[in-house]
């Protein structure tokens, strides 16, 4: 019996100190009330720049608006920012001390890390829902019912989570703020090089490989299908653009069972 409960008081033990530390992260951005504005403002302003004016220059293939072929590019961008807001508070308590303080106290070691994710997938949540809001307001829905729907804002969720993790790693790795800030520009190339706002098409063939193997296009492709907007895959298209959905799901669970050990091994080593 003993051995039965140990496990899982240890459970329980990780989960109150983890839901402690999201509490502390959300307390913290409750001080920083330009971060919130600003990071509520980000997707609103992005469905308009993108939507209205680049929306009159391209072409959706096969046809259709082309503000409904962009929306899921921009959840999949906002999905995919998810690693650089976490790898900059995890730097930034790891340079300020407050990771040797966690590693003093008498909590958990998968707290610390799974307060930071735990922090990042709720607000992230408050950012998919403003992006929904705006792309509802230009016109913007999906057409393929309550279950598709939910199953394509699943999927963004756990990939986010995943790459949330990624963030932690790099965060722990870096232990200095002004290296993640300037770290976080080399998200962008990641985000464009994809299908999020263009068809891979016209790319040069290398481009295009790299492009339809990013794990942004494969969510794209993944929510345009769930959602029924314009330019969802066809059969003959690469392999990750035609199977989106297995490929988020084996994208998630490789980053998973990459980060996760590798984040907690990095912060239990700090503290050496």
Known sequence: MTALTAPL????????????????????????????????LFPAVMVVLFGYVFGSAIRVPGGGDYREYLMPGLFAMVTFSAW???????????????????????????????????????????????????GLLVGWQPHR??????QAFLLMILLRYALSWVGVYVGLAVKNDQIADALVPLGLPFTMLSNAFVPTGGMPPWLRLLADWNPVSALTAATRELFGNPGAPSATAAWPLAHPVTTVLLWSATLLAIFVPLSLRAY?????
């Not at 100190?17 to 509490?23: A, Q």
């Open 9 to 40: 008081d240890r459970l329980r033990w990780t989960l109150t100190d983890g839901l402690t530390l999201v509490g502390r992260e959300l307390a913290r951005l409750r001080q920083e009330p330009g971060q919130i504005v600003a990071a509520l």
């Open 84 to 134: 650089l807001g976490v790898m900059t508070r995890t730097a930034s308590d790891a340079s300020r001390g407050v990771m040797d303080r966690f590693r003093s106290m008498p909590m958990a070691r998968l707290a610390v890390p799974f307060g930071q994710t735990g922090a990042d997938l709720l607000t992230g949540l408050l950012m998919l829902t403003v992006m929904v809001t705006a």
């Open 145 to 150: 019912g309550l279950i598709p729907t939910t």
């Open 268 to 272: 239990t080593r700090q503290g050496r």
